[in-house]
C-alpha cells in the first residue's frame, strides 16, 4: 500500500527535513506540500536541495488543502498546529512536529508557551523509557503523534535509563547544550544572523525559561514514574556556529550505594537493543559530526567519583533524531511499518 502524504510548514527547517526522509521512503507518495508566506512558489526555490521533489508547488495551509490524505505532518510555529488539527479529523494519521500536542499540563503549557491548550498525543521518542516499557508501545497504531521537541529529547533520552533505574537523582540535574542555528527555525532573526553568530558561542533562555524544560520534566516523570514536580533540572543552551546538531552535556547526582557497574548497566539494559540510541563503549563521547544527516543520538556516559555525578554527554542531529526522524520513525511504527524505514544510523563526514 502507498500512503498519501501531505507535508506543511514545507519551506521550513522542520518540513523540508520531514521531505528529504520521505523523498525515499518506498511506502510513501508526497502528494501535497503547504506553506505561509510562500505558498505559491515551488518548493525547490526553498528547498533547492530537494531535486526529487521539483514538481512540487507550495500551496496555502488551509484545512480544505490539507485533508484527504492519508498522513498530514505539521512542521509549524508553535501554538499554530491546533487550529488545523481540530479539523484533520478524517485524517488517519497526524503527526505534529511543534509543541502543541507534547505536554500534558495545562500549567505547563500556559507557563512557557501561552495560547489555546491542546490535548496531548502520543509522544514521538520511540526508545524512551516509560513505566517499565518503551515509549514504542504507544506509538504503535497511533493515529495522533507528537513528535518531540529537539533539545527535549536529547535531554530525555541522556538521562531516562538512570532515572527509570533509580541510580542518579533526578532532583538536582544540571545540562548544558551546544546547539546549532536551525534549530530555531528559517524564519528572520537578528540574533541569529551570522554576523551575531560566527565566531560566537552565544546563550540564550537562561535560568528555567526554555520551553522544552516542562517536556524533559514530563519525560523523565514517566520513566521513572514519579510526578513532574519531582524532576529538576537547570537547562542551559548555548548557541555555536554549526548549522545542525546539538551536543548536550548533562549531570546528576548518584544515588547512595551504586556500583559504577550497576549506573553503567542501566544505559546498556536500556539501549542495548535499541538501532537508533547508541551506548559507546566507556572513555569514549560523541561530537556532533559523527550524527550529522543520522537519525542517530550516540551516548557518552561517565561516572565522576569525585563529583559524585554521571556525566551524560549525548550528540544528535536537530532536525533528523530531534525532530523529522523521530518522526517518521514514529509513523513507521504507527503504521506497522519497520521501524526503520527511510532512516539511517549513518551520519555525513566529514
Ligand atoms: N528546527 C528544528 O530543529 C526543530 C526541532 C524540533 C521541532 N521543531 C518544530 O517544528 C516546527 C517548525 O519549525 P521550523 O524550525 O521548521 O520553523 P521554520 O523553519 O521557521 O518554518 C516554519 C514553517 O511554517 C510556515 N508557517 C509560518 N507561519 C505559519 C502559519 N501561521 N500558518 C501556516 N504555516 C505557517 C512557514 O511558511 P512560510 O515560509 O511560507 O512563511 C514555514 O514553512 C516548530 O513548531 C518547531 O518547534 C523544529
Redesign the pocket.
Known amino acids: 500500500m502507498t500512503y498519501s502524504v501531505a507535508v506543511?510548514?514545507?519551506?521550513?527547517?522542520?518540513?523540508?527535513?520531514i521531505l528529504r526522509l520521505l523523498a525515499s521512503h518506498p511506502d510513501i507518495e508526497i502528494r501535497t506540500v503547504?506553506?505561509?508566506?510562500?505558498?505559491g512558489?515551488p518548493l525547490v526555490q526553498?528547498q533547492p536541495h530537494l531535486r526529487s521533489l521539483a514538481h512540487l508547488t507550495?500551496q496555502d495551509?488551509t484545512p480544505e488543502i490539507l485533508s484527504g490524505h492519508d498522513i498530514v505532518f505539521?512542521?509549524?510555529?508553535?501554538g499554530?498546529?491546533g487550529?488545523?488539527t481540530d479539523a484533520l479529523g478524517d485524517t488517519p494519521l497526524v503527526i505534529?512536529?511543534?509543541?502543541?500536542h507534547r505536554l500534558t499540563s495545562q500549567d505547563s503549557w500556559d507557563a512557557f508557551y501561552g495560547g489555546d491548550f491542546h490535548e496531548p498525543w502520543a509522544y514521538g521518542v520511540p526508545e524512551l523509557p516509560v513505566g517499565g516499557v518503551k515509549q514504542r508501545e504507544t506509538l504503535r497504531g497511533a493515529t495522533r503523534i507528537a513528535?518531540?521537541?529537539?533539545?527535549a529529547?536529547t535531554v530525555s533520552l541522556s538521562l531516562a535509563p538512570g532515572v527509570a533505574a533509580g541510580v542518579i537523582d533526578a532532583s538536582d540535574i544540571v545540562s548544558v547544550l551546544a546547539v546549532?542555528p536551525?534549530?530555531?527555525?528559517?524564519?528572520l532573526k537578528t540574533n541569529l544572523l551570522a554576523g551575531e553568530i560566527l565566531g560566537s558561542a552565544n546563550p540564550y533562555a537562561v535560568g528555567g525559561t526554555h520551553r522544552h524544560i516542562p517536556e524533559i520534566r514530563q519525560a523523565l516523570a514517566a520513566a521513572s514514574g514519579t510526578a513532574p514536580d519531582r524532576i529538576r533540572i537547570s537547562f542551559t543552551p548555548v548557541l555555536v556556529p554549526m548549522s545542525?546538531g546539538i551536543l548536550a552535556t548533562s549531570t546528576a547526582p548518584i544515588v547512595g550505594g551504586v556500583s559504577d557497574a550497576e549506573i553503567r548497566a542501566a544505559w546498556e539494559d536500556a539501549y542495548g537493543d535499541e538501532t537508533f540510541v547508541q551506548l559507546l563503549p566507556a572513555g569514549q563521547f560523541p561530537r556532533t559530526a559523527d550524527v550529522l544527516g543520522a537519525n542517530t543520538a550516540l551516548i557518552g556516559l561517565a561516572i565522576d567519583r569525585a563529583a559524585n555525578r554521571v556525566t551524560v554527554v549525548t550528540a544528535v542531529d536537530?532536525?533528523v533524531k530531534?525532530?523529522?526522524g523521530?518522526a517518521i520513525q514514529s509513523m513507521n511504527l504507527a503504521l506497522g511499518l519497520p521501524e526503520s524505514r527511510a532512516l539511517s544510523v549513518n551520519g555525513v563526514a566529514p
Not at 506543511?8 to 527535513?17: D, I, P, V
Not at 536551525?182 to 524564519?187: E, H, L, T, V, Y
Open positions: 506543511s510548514g514545507a519551506s521550513g527547517y522542520a518540513g523540508g527535513e503547504t506553506a505561509h508566506s510562500n505558498a512558489q526553498h507550495l495551509t505539521l512542521a509549524l510555529p508553535h499554530q498546529s487550529q488545523y505534529d512536529a511543534g509543541a502543541d513528535a518531540p521537541g529537539c533539545n529529547s546549532g536551525s534549530g530555531a527555525g528559517k524564519s545542525r536537530n532536525l530531534g525532530t523529522a523521530a
